[in-house]
């Protein structure tokens, strides 16, 4: 159980701040973790972080036409829905 919360909270901070870094290096290293972290979480049942949602959807891009259905799938495996 205390892992779980470990990885819902301190790792979910971590890989955004990870996410938001001045290092171009440090930022794409958290993006290529940011898909299987997700994952991780959804595996374990715990609550998706809208915020990891909204950086892995900016990962594909506005204008890309699979957004929607990504973001569609994750929130139905997550707790949102």
Wanted: net charge negative; with cysteine; glycine share 4%.
């Amino acid at each position: 159980m205390c892992e779980m919360k470990v990885k819902e909270t301190t790792l979910t901070v971590l890989i955004l701040k990870f996410l938001k870094d001045s290092n171009k290096y440090v930022r794409i290293a958290g993006f290529k973790e940011l898909g299987p972290f997700i994952h991780c979480l959804l595996e374990l049942g715990s609550q998706i972080s809208e915020k990891l949602l909204d950086n892995f959807c900016q990962m594909a891009g506005e204008d890309d036409e699979e957004v929607p259905f990504i973001l569609d799938f994750y929130l139905k495996k997550s707790h949102f829905l």
